[in-house]
């Protein structure tokens, strides 16, 4: 069976061009800095970059949950969390004047080692951002309350229900307090327990204030359009005044070594047994820490990497493996994990795992392997630094080197160290770190035998998921003064109020470039030369929308089988390709569409589109593989079955549109299990016949590179691609949706912390539609952190960590959703606010003068920090063309937003987000729930959570 219209590829041709060297990539990193130091200690690094109107502010502490004594787990979090509550010249929220000013990338994370506050402001704003930062900085303690602390107690301790109700969500705790002993500043969680954020006193976050939030013990980073000159004079005006705090004393944190093996089998509503393999490693303050990164790359985190090809693609005794170096500043953890395959004798599965750990440590990576593994580092790395504030951007990339190894070129350095390391060096440090004695944990299916609430505290015996995560305001070594001191004045700056807002430069939304492909393909480009990255993304229009009624999980399937290799390259020499290209190929799907998309370096973008080209128009659905990777979806069903909102998400949908509608289908797309449980090679392929073909595609290119060249590239790839000798399929979107009243849907999930609350009703609009007003009005009641529904349930009852409400708009309808995870004994009480907040808001109590002025203000203002990057950008035209809008959409936008009136926001609110037809479905324990569901008035339907 041959997919239409194939290419007659070779792996040599695929490959044929020799992709840029690691060192030629690394050389293309570059965040050049200026330095300078207050009297008072403040660190200050800048980076000018003119790209767009727009500064990332990023301000790092060193102090983070390794600092906390006994009695005080989870104090550095939660003074995070205190720091968003206003200070003494800016008494509201922190983000209401961020929001004013059109702030993007806005948020605090604590972790181990340091607590980071993060915004970008457009640049006219800047004098406001460091004003706040500044206030808080110096100016918090007469503005914490014990009102604002027992609150702010409740969310974090609704945030640490909402972790430890996920599958694995226990498992950061067996991690901490068997790798590192009691005591240790590692051993404890940074969300901290239970029992210690409850025991918070106002002295004790005012005294936690006094002894670290110091000028002295942090680093400020200032990255986009600002100069060294004008940084001096704003920051010296805003942290000249500020006295030093006291010295902070280093915290003693060795690398501990277990006595013996340790074993431990913990129980959890997972779909198949994991089996980890643990050991603690040295931090950054010790250069082990990169090879260690590297051969946790090469063992488990390439796609390629050697525990995927022996135990998931060869063997077959997992469904999928990870290995990472997990470093903080002065340790960290080396984690191995395998997802047995159902089936699978778990003693014949650790047995195959500990052999290919042993392999490793006697022969270590091969050079291939290593350049693959660093090519795939540096590639990230540069993916990365297109942004200047956020999470990873530019300003943090250099606080964070300046704060943990005393160097702002930190990242550079280990890039440089990464490129020249040797295969030899790898295996040693990896033999040395990991021939010592091993945590070893499995994660059995079943009920929990304890919940996380004890836990996570600073003593706990060692007898009693996914990579580890900072802790986040808002839901994922002490600074060495060096450099000039700059000169500075410390007169007070006015505080009185906040500063003006200077002139604005508006949105200058890139061009979009059009060309035609001779097979018809449709191009369209924009040119964004930041870095030297292009992204490029095929857009077909199916979706999971095109499945089949009888056929859910088809598209899915084909999807995955897709990665699985092409008629010339097989599973493994797919993703080595990809890995010595630096490339990420992907394919992913919505409800409307379904994309490939390609994030290629620029100087291998020739060969990257001729990979892409192969991975499109000729996939194998390789027959050894289909068994594999049913198994493989199979099992990740069975994850969304135990995960609490994927299970209310797969009700939700069938409950709102029908099970006859096209949106009526759990919105992941991976489908039934019965069906694919039976998908055969010929279905896949007929579905790709079908469906992905030229006549169908649209392909978006944003990055370093230009139309021409663009186009004379896609031509050599897919030019001579045609459709097949089939009409183009339709999808059809007839099916009646049924007319709803409000009811409630329980799904009983055993022993649950926390109730998944959802919420929805069909609404009569289409995508295309113009939405900006329903929008809007959806912002206010519950589309962003200042909305009315998430300041009562988490900032007022402090019974969430978040609330939201969701307006979906795929093409066909769009919908409302409510998306409200709470703490259980606070059900029922959480719908009555819900419902509350809904009537009130169409009731009379609408738009208020404030919250308008918010809102405008925010969306017209974070324009041009919306579109810094080039994935922005790239799916702004998306959606530009998908909705038929004019080129100049996002430019016309300020205007509009301008323009909008109470009275227009109301008069959508009140046809629109109606309380009397919603749909809730909630995913918690009944036991706990059902009592508290009769003061609704709603009928109700209990049903059982299908994990099992």
């Given amino acids: 069976m041959e997919p239409a219209s194939a290419i007659p590829a070779s792996a040599e ?19 050049p800095y200026e330095r300078f130091t207050l009297d008072n200690g403040l660190t200050v690094l800048v980076h000018t970059d ?66 980071n506050y993060f915004q970008t402001v457009p640049t006219g704003a800047l004098d406001r951002a460091l004003m706040l930062e500044s206030d808080r900085m110096g100016y918090l303690l007469g503005a914490v309350t014990q009102e604002k602390l027992d609150n702010q107690i409740g969310v974090v301790q609704n945030e640490k229900r909402q972790g430890d109700n996920q599958p694995y969500g226990l498992t950061e705790y067996e991690q901490l307090e068997n790798l590192y002993p009691s005591g240790h500043p590692y051993h404890h969680s940074t969300i901290g327990s239970m029992d210690d954020l409850s025991s918070a006193t106002l002295d004790d976050v005012k005294q936690w204030f006094r002894d670290h939030y110091g ?24 942290f000249g005044a500020i006295p030093a705090g006291p010295a902070i004393k280093p ?27 643990m050991w603690a490693v040295p931090g950054l303050d010790n250069p082990d820490y990169l090879p260690l990164t590297m051969g946790g790359t090469v063992l488990g985190g390439l796609a390629s990497s050697r525990l995927d090809n022996a135990l998931v693609r060869e063997q077959q005794l997992a469904v999928s493996v990870v290995a990472r170096a997990e470093i903080f500043a002065q340790a960290g953890q080396f984690v191995v994990y395998a997802d047995a395959k159902p089936g699978v004798d778990e003693g014949t599965l650790a047995a195959a795992l500990d052999a290919q750990i042993a392999k490793f440590l006697a022969e270590g990576p091969t050079a291939d392997e290593l350049q693959r593994a660093t090519t795939t580092y540096a590639a990230g790395q540069i993916r990365g630094l297109e942004q200047v504030g956020g999470f990873g951007g530019k300003a943090p990339t ?13 990242y550079k350095e280990a890039l440089e160290r990464a490129a020249a390391m040797t295969p030899e060096e790898v295996r040693s440090v990896t033999s040395k770190w990991l021939s010592r004695p091993v945590f070893s944990l499995t994660v059995e299916p079943g009920d929990r035998t304890e919940g996380g609430e004890n836990r996570g505290g600073y003593i706990v015996a ?30 007070q700056a006015d505080r009185s109020k906040l500063p003006d807002v200077e002139e604005l430069r508006p949105l200058d939304f890139p061009d979009i470039e059009r060309a035609t492909l001779s097979n018809g393909m449709e191009v369209y480009f924009a040119r964004r030369d930041a870095v030297p990255v292009v992204n490029v993304e095929i857009e077909f229009d199916a979706g999971y929308a095109a499945d089949p009624k009888q056929r859910l999980g088809l598209q899915s399937m084909m999807l995955q089988m897709m990665d699985e290799g092409t008629t010339t390259l097989d599973s493994t020499e797919l993703a080595i390709a990809k890995e010595r290209l630096g490339a990420a190929l992907y394919a992913i799907a919505d409800a409307d569409k379904t994309t490939i998309g390609l994030a290629a370096m620029e100087p291998n973008l020739a060969p990257s589109l001729e990979l892409m080209a192969d991975y499109v128009r000729n996939p194998a659905f390789d027959p050894k593989e289909l068994e594999r990777v049913r198994t493989q979806q199979l099992t990740r069903i069975k994850n969304e079955l135990n995960d609490p909102g994927s299970i209310g998400q797969r009700a939700l949908a069938p409950a709102l549109f029908g099970t006859d509608h096209p949106y009526g289908i759990p919105p992941t797309g991976t489908g039934d299990p019965a069906v694919v449980s039976i998908l055969t090679r010929e279905e896949l392929g007929d579905f790709h016949r079908v469906w992905i073909r030229p006549d169908m ?22 030019g001579d691609w045609r459709a097949p000798g089939v009409p183009a399929p339709t999808k059809d979107f007839t099916a009646p949706i049924p007319s709803q009243t409000s009811r409630v849907i329980l799904i009983n999930r055993p022993n649950s912390p926390q109730s998944v609350i959802l919420a929805g009703r069909v609404l009569p609009q289409k995508g295309t539609e113009d939405l900006l007003v329903l929008g809007s009005a959806n912002e206010v009641f519950g589309g962003s952190f200042l909305s009315r529904i998430n300041m009562n349930l988490r900032e007022t009852k402090g019974w969430s960590y978040g609330v939201r409400s969701i307006l979906r708009q795929p093409i066909d309808q769009t919908s409302l959703l409510i998306y409200a995870p709470v703490q259980a004994d606070r059900t029922g009480d959480s719908i009555v606010e819900l419902r509350k907040d809904l009537a009130a808001y169409t009731g009379g109590q609408g738009v208020t003068a404030q919250e308008l002025e918010r809102m405008v203000n925010g969306n017209v203002r974070e324009l041009p920090g ?40 109301d008069a959508e609110a009140k046809a629109n987000l109606l309380g009397d037809d919603l749909v809730f479905v909630i995913v918690g324990d009944a036991a706990v729930i059902s009592p508290q569901l009769d003061k609704l008035g709603l009928p109700v339907e209990t049903r059982e959570a299908a994990g099992d």
């Fill in 13 to 31: 041709q695929v490959t044929a061009a020799e992709p840029a060297s690691v060192e030629e990539l690394v050389s293309a990193v570059s965040i």
């Fill in 50 to 115: 003119r790209k767009a109107p727009v500064v990332g502010v990023s301000v790092w502490y060193a102090v983070g949950s390794k600092h906390e004594p006994e009695g005080k787990t989870g104090f550095a979090h939660l003074f995070e969390h205190l720091m968003f509550n206003g200070s003494e010249n800016s008494p509201g929220d922190f983000f209401e004047p961020l929001q004013q000013v059109g702030a993007t990338d806005f948020n605090g994370t604590t972790w181990f080692d340091r607590t």
């Fill in 215 to 238: 000028p002295n013990n942090a680093v400020l980073a200032l990255a986009g359009d600002i100069d060294v000159a004008t940084a001096k004079a704003k920051v010296s005006k805003w």
């Fill in 251 to 277: 915290v003693a944190a060795p690398v501990p070594d277990l006595d013996a093996p340790l074993e431990k089998t913990i129980y959890d509503r997972v779909a198949t047994p994991r089996i980890y393999r």
């Fill in 398 to 410: 250099l606080a964070e080197g300046l704060l943990y190894q005393g160097n702002p070129s930190a």
């Fill in 462 to 491: 060692p007898e009693a998921g996914s990579g580890m995560q900072p802790a986040f305001y808002n839901g994922p070594f002490a600074a060495q003064s060096m450099g000039a001191a700059a000169n500075t004045a410390t007169a």
């Fill in 697 to 718: 595609a649209k392909v978006f290119i944003v990055g370093d590179t230009n139309l021409a060249d663009a186009v004379k590239l896609l031509e050599a790839s897919f």
């Fill in 866 to 905: 919306r579109f810094e990057t080039s994935r922005a950008v790239l799916g702004g035209i998306q959606s530009i063309v998908n909705y038929g809008r004019p080129d100049d959409y996002y430019e016309t936008l300020a205007e509009r937003y301008s323009n909008l009136t109470a009275q227009q926001i």
